[in-house]
């Protein structure tokens, strides 16, 4: 199978399992299918540097998060085709993802100050997938205002989830590094 098909040449597309007509590569469900894949990837780009950094929580963290970003694909795209989920996001994930931060901000110093983002290579890879994770919520709370249903509030929750995830461990790798935080002093 040819990894190309040239039908988007002319910057149309089809959504996936959709099988209808084309749609503009700009379309508001394209850029947030599109904004949700790019999270996934600057993800995988942190999970290398925590592997290769042996931070073994921040790895699973990421491993964990990376599935749960292809099933949020999935139902993403199954909502904007107007069809039934092929896979479901687990409702429960959102409140995995809040214990997870409440743990790692009890092993951290209490946060008084606006922080940069920076410190450590994987503590600044982490800030920067949580920009995109930022991005990719906006993108997609836009494709699902329409939307209502559990698979939506899932969606909607979990989005909103990451960045705070991101950060808690962006925070954590700078402390494990011996960096700390980088203080903003306006």
Same mark, same amino acid.
């Given at each position: 199978?040819?990894?190309?098909?040239?039908?988007?040449?002319?910057?149309?597309?089809?959504?996936?399992?959709?099988?209808?007509?084309?749609?503009?590569?700009?379309?508001?469900?394209?850029?947030?299918?599109?904004?949700?894949?790019?999270?996934? !990837?600057?993800?995988?780009? +942190?999970? &290398? /540097?925590?592997?290769? $950094?042996?931070?073994?929580?921040? @790895?699973?963290?990421?491993? %964990?998060?990376?599935?749960?970003?292809?099933?949020?694909?999935?139902?993403?795209?199954?909502?904007?085709?107007?069809?039934?989920?092929?896979?479901?996001?687990?409702?429960?994930?959102?409140?995995?993802?809040?214990?997870?931060?409440?743990?790692?901000?009890?092993?951290?110093?209490?946060?008084?100050?606006?922080?940069?983002?920076?410190?450590?290579?994987?503590?600044?890879?982490?800030?920067? !997938?949580?920009?995109?994770? +930022?991005? &990719? /919520?906006?993108?997609? $709370?836009?494709?699902?205002?329409? @939307?209502?249903?559990?698979? %939506?509030?899932?969606?909607?929750?979990?989005?909103?989830?990451?960045?705070?995830?991101?950060?808690?461990?962006?925070?954590?790798?700078?402390?494990?590094?011996?960096?700390?935080?980088?203080?903003?002093?306006?």
């Amino acid at each position: 199978m040819a990894l190309y098909s040239g039908d988007g040449d002319a910057g149309f597309t089809r959504l996936p399992g959709e099988g209808g007509a084309p749609i503009r590569k700009d379309d508001a469900r394209c850029v947030a299918l599109g904004t949700v894949d790019e999270l996934n !990837a600057a993800i995988g780009l +942190c999970l &290398a /540097e925590a592997r290769r $950094a042996d931070h073994t929580l921040i @790895s699973q963290a990421l491993s %964990s998060m990376q599935d749960e970003l292809l099933a949020v694909g999935a139902v993403l795209a199954a909502v904007c085709a107007g069809r039934e989920p092929p896979v479901r996001l687990d409702p429960s994930a959102a409140g995995r993802m809040e214990k997870g931060i409440d743990q790692i901000c009890e092993e951290l110093p209490e946060l008084t100050h606006f922080i940069l983002p920076g410190g450590c290579e994987l503590a600044s890879r982490l800030h920067l !997938a949580r920009t995109i994770a +930022c991005r &990719a /919520e906006r993108a997609v $709370a836009g494709v699902l205002a329409a @939307s209502s249903g559990d698979d %939506s509030a899932t969606i909607l929750k979990y989005m909103n989830r990451i960045s705070d995830l991101l950060f808690a461990l962006a925070r954590l790798a700078n402390h494990d590094a011996g960096e700390g935080d980088v203080i903003w002093q306006p």
